[in-house]
């Protein structure tokens, strides 16, 4: 008999099972079904309840919980004679007699794994004195709340917070009968918000605050879905009612997310619905914008791009995509500018990924993966340099502490600030902001020659850090691409790149900022790209493009962004993205679009594109239309339709096909479908032989010790961009822009926890409060990137991150 | 048959429908009797203590309802409880089958005998709760009268007081 395999008989069924599988496990396997009131298949076996006992010989002579039992060679369960039914009904019963029968009020209803229990045992009436605990409803904090009464003491809050988050903010207060589950530290929650405590309560005793009393469950219309916030791309299951998205879910426990969400999927839908929509097309007139009708739109739009394009020729007109929108819709404003448009200035805005992809591919010949998350949490070493991986990519986070906790990975972090990594890292180090490729290409080569004064590790750390990485069967390096390496991205991948050369088994995980950033490097939203980020210069690829398309392209590649702006552009159509509010020079791009002739801004939320926009179109959220992300795996998550589009906002493809129709070239889509397909038949992915070159990378210098400090912008887990903004539930929960500074360096510069202060460098200053914190290593300073009163681009325009600044009392 | 007894027979037919009371009534001058047992708009009961609905917003006559008619939106009361936004009522898809009654569980929707549902425009047939309240309430008269005649069983039930 095989050693890797048991045998076991339940209810007279002979069934195998790989030994270390419970009891449990083996009866759900042959559909057996076992009520369970503890059970997650996310936590680990714990066994509260007692719903799950079975008869079980050999064994002792009383009934067994069978998710807590391993599977044995020829065990014989029973699961249902009369005295287990009888222990299972009376374990209900003795619920009960705490249990408020409030099934009308409780949100709970109708997924409550207690009701259904009740009913399954039939049980109409408890046989006890009911004694319902007294307790008020609690509000833990901004989003989460707790019933006490109906709090049936699983325990599966206090596990998933910590076995998958890794935060442990619940707990058990008190004993016995007086127990109950509370915050472990502090009166307030102070967690990081994933409502997974909320996913996993069986009852209705842990509740979400933006859903209470909104709709019950078995009202809503599920749709599955990908997550818009950030480029992990979990899966969602978005439930609307009435045409409202009134909650999102986890959905099925698969990659990526195996079944966690972070504050954002989980609270982050309410700007779907919010009253700032744009919800009709506009047309300025006399310098105000008027709603009109889409026919007015379209012709508006028609006559200036004809009237660009016969007096400027095809050159002068510009398309921006968006990482915000679908791989279809990207695809479809490709189509629109390279072949009806016939050119060939096709942008998105993600500069990170970007750069990021490119450096890789010029180098390895792979832009982003093909490795998978399954692969990053094998890894024997996981190294993360830069940003917090656990604020900008939540869930991620959370799985590289648990790999790093329970499956034995040494975690390496190498961050600019103190995160929550570290209390499950091997070996912690901070580097300077500035200095991370510099850092990175220093444990490539293996020499720390001159690295003490431009990493900011110290070199003790940085010799135990290579020897990890020596020492390591294999490595996944982890970092954001977010918008702290605005303007060293490349420099950053080329020095990781050095380190996949320098050694066997090195893997690089770039997480790309946002929902879409490596579906639009993939769709090609480049000037030089095709679709599946082939060259344009490839003649083969062009030909087979052309020929899908129709036309015979251009095989010039169109101006990189900023000449185009500066340069020939007489019109520009830019889809879900804010070009001006994201540009490293708002005032020079602002006044360049101000000029052109025509500047079509579609999008789902008014921004300071929108306000100089000639013609403004309604764009579609994630939610009202079917697609697909590709995330930073390059794995496709699929979206589909929840609700009705808001008001005339139509999905961003159809649109531009109309567009595209309205000018002569119908591509006959009815659906997103056929452009997935289309999409799919031209992503070839191009073989591209890598460099293979180390090109050895060095820090930014570091500024005279003259009192100023490093400039670190962080991306807070709460911010999403301009959609966060627009999501209350989001919002609320968002602390207030603060300038956060090590405790030594506001007691030399005289600054209180509090206080108001001025950051100023070359390009500008912001005054904000300040906040010491021991998180950030001295002499540097954190501001929050995207916060409107505070955004560190308003600050210093060029380089933003790892700059010097000076910090003053105001 | 003799002749002319044809006419005869006709006059009589004549004579003896002139005489009899008429079918029809000159509604709404004058209304007929109804019986105890009929079926009539589904009201709704007011609440005691709050002195509005007694609707808690459980939403179950919404998914009870066959035909779409019952709509209730909710959303938190200032102390943490269901509170009722809107309770809408689309009378002209009502097929009076009362699976609603049946399934609230805290007999806030009654059935009345309420059948003055006319009005000029369709949009008048979408009632809201307080409309459903002063139907209930206006039904009183009727409601003793099949109390009297179908015995305590059909005494509401007081949800509180059942515990």
């Known amino acids: 008999m095989s050693t890797d395999t048991v045998t076991l008989t339940v209810d007279g069924i002979e069934v195998q099972v790989p030994r270390g599988a419970t009891v449990l496990q083996a009866c759900e396997s042959i559909g057996v079904e076992i009520p369970t009131l503890c059970t997650d298949p996310r936590l680990k076996p714990y066994g509260a309840c007692r719903m799950c006992v079975v008869e079980v010989q050999p064994g002792p002579p009383r009934p067994t919980a069978s998710c807590t039992t391993p599977a044995g060679d020829g065990m014989t369960v029973v699961t249902n004679s009369q005295s287990i039914r009888d222990i299972r009904k009376h374990v209900i019963e003795l619920q009960l007699q705490h249990h408020p029968l409030d099934c009308p009020y409780c949100d709970q209803a109708g997924t409550c794994e207690l009701q259904d229990e009740v009913f399954d045992q039939e049980i109409f009436q408890s046989p006890y004195e009911t004694v319902p605990k007294a307790h008020p409803e609690e509000i833990l904090n901004e989003v989460i709340l707790i019933n006490h009464n109906r709090c049936i003491l699983c325990g599966r809050c206090v596990r998933i917070c910590d076995e998958q988050i890794g935060v442990r903010a619940l707990d058990f207060v008190e004993r016995a009968v007086g127990t109950f589950i509370a915050p472990a530290q502090h009166e307030f929650m102070d967690c990081e918000r994933c409502g997974m405590c909320i996913e996993t309560c069986p009852v209705g005793a842990l509740l979400s605050r933006p859903f209470k009393h909104s709709a019950r469950s078995w009202q809503t219309e599920k749709a599955a879905s990908t997550c818009p916030h950030c480029a992990v791309g979990c899966s969602l299951l978005v439930e609307s009612r009435h045409g409202e998205v009134v909650r999102t879910r986890s959905n099925g426990l698969e990659e990526p997310d195996r079944g966690i969400l972070c504050a954002k999927g989980f609270f982050g839908h309410s700007f779907v619905n919010s009253e700032d929509r744009i919800t009709q097309p506009m047309v300025r007139r006399g310098g105000v914008l008027w709603p009109v009708s889409w026919r007015a739109a379209l012709d508006a739009i028609t006559t200036g791009l004809r009237d660009v394009l016969d007096t400027h020729g095809p050159g002068a007109v510009g398309v921006v995509g968006s990482p915000n929108t679908t791989n279809e819709d990207n695809y479809t404003l490709q189509r629109f500018a390279r072949a009806v448009l016939g050119t060939n200035n096709v942008y998105s805005q993600d500069s990170g990924l970007h750069a ?142 050095n380190l996949a050369l320098a050694r066997d088994g090195v893997k690089l995980f770039p997480l790309a900022e946002r929902a879409n950033s490596v579906g639009t490097f993939r769709v090609g939203m480049a000037p030089d790209l095709l679709p599946g980020a082939r060259p344009l210069t490839d003649a083969d690829a062009r030909g087979q493009v052309g020929e899908a398309w129709g036309v015979d392209l ?55 594109t929108t306000e100089i926009a000639d013609v403004v179109l309604p764009g579609t959220t994630f939610a009202e239309k079917g697609g697909h992300y590709t995330n930073f795996e390059g794995r496709l998550g699929r979206l589909e339709q929840a609700i009705p589009p808001v008001g005339d906002s139509r999905p961003d493809w159809e649109i531009v096909a109309r567009i595209a129709a309205a000018m002569g070239a119908d591509f006959g889509w009815r659906s997103h479908e056929p452009i997935s397909e289309e999409l799919a038949s031209l992503s070839m992915p191009p073989s591209i032989p890598g460099s293979g070159q180390a090109v050895a990378v060095n820090g930014a210098h570091l500024p005279a010790d003259d009192g100023r400090l490093i400039l670190a912008t962080e991306q807070h887990l709460y911010t999403a961009g301009v959609a966060g903004r627009h999501a209350p539930s989001l919002t609320v929960m968002l602390p207030d822009a603060v300038a956060e500074l090590n405790p030594a360096d506001a007691e030399r510069l005289q600054i209180a926890h509090g206080d108001r202060v001025h950051v100023a460098s070359a390009g500008g200053e912001v005054n904000l409060k300040a906040m010491v914190a021991r998180r950030v290593p001295s002499g540097v300073v954190s501001l929050p990137d995207r916060f409107l009163e505070a955004a560190p681009r308003q600050l210093d325009p060029r380089t933003p991150d790892g700059t010097a600044v000076r910090v003053s009392k105001a | 048959m003799p002749l002319g007894s044809g006419v005869m027979k006709g006059l009589k037919t004549m004579l003896m429908v002139t005489s009899r009371k008429p079918a029809t009534v000159l509604y709404p001058e004058q209304l007929r009797d109804i019986s105890y047992r009929f079926r009539g708009q589904v009201g709704m009961r007011r609440d005691e ?14 998914t009870a309802c066959p035909n779409d008619v019952i709509r209730v939106d909710t959303s938190e009361n200032e102390d943490g409880t269901r509170f009722v936004d809107r309770y809408i009522f689309d009378v002209g898809r009502c097929v009076f089958c009362y699976f609603c009654i049946e399934a609230c569980p805290v007999d806030a929707l009654q059935r009345t ?41 059909a005494a509401i039930a007081n949800w509180f007081e059942r515990g």
């Open chain 1, 356 to 497: 990021t992809a490119r450096t890789l591919r010029a180098v390895l010949g792979s832009d982003v993966g093909p490795h998978t998350q399954s692969e990053l949490l094998a890894s024997d070493l996981i190294l993360v340099v830069g940003a917090d991986i656990g604020q900008t990519h939540n869930v991620v986070g959370a799985h590289i502490k648990q790999a790093a906790r329970d499956a034995g990975r040494k975690l390496v972090v190498a961050t600019r600030l103190g995160s929550g990594l570290d209390d499950f890292a091997t070996l912690s180090a901070r580097v300077r902001p500035g200095a991370e490729a510099a850092f990175l290409n220093a444990i490539a080569s293996g020499s720390d020659d001159g690295i003490d004064a431009t990493a900011g590790v110290d070199t003790e750390s940085l010799a135990e850090i290579s020897q990890l990485v020596a020492s390591a069967g294999s490595v996944a390096v982890v970092w954001d691409t977010g918008v702290w390496t605005l303007g060293k991205a490349a420099k950053i991948a080329q020095a990781a790149a």
């Open chain 1, 554 to 608: 251009n095989g010039e590649p169109g101006l990189p962004f900023n000449d185009f702006v500066e340069g020939p552009m007489q019109a520009l159509y830019v889809m879900g993205e804010d070009v001006v509010g994201g540009a490293a020079n708002p005032s020079g791009m602002r006044a360049a679009l101000r000029d052109a002739p025509l500047v079509i801004a579609q999008d789902i939320f008014t921004n300071a």
């Open chain 2, 49 to 62: 203590v709050t002195g509005g609905m007694t609707c808690v917003g459980c939403g179950l006559c919404e």
């Open chain 2, 113 to 153: 005998h309420d059948f003055h549902l006319v009005t000029d425009d369709r949009r008048g047939l979408v009632i809201d709760g307080e409309k459903m309240i002063e139907i209930f309430e206006n039904d009183q008269a009727n409601r003793e009268v099949e109390q009297k005649n179908i015995g305590p069983g």
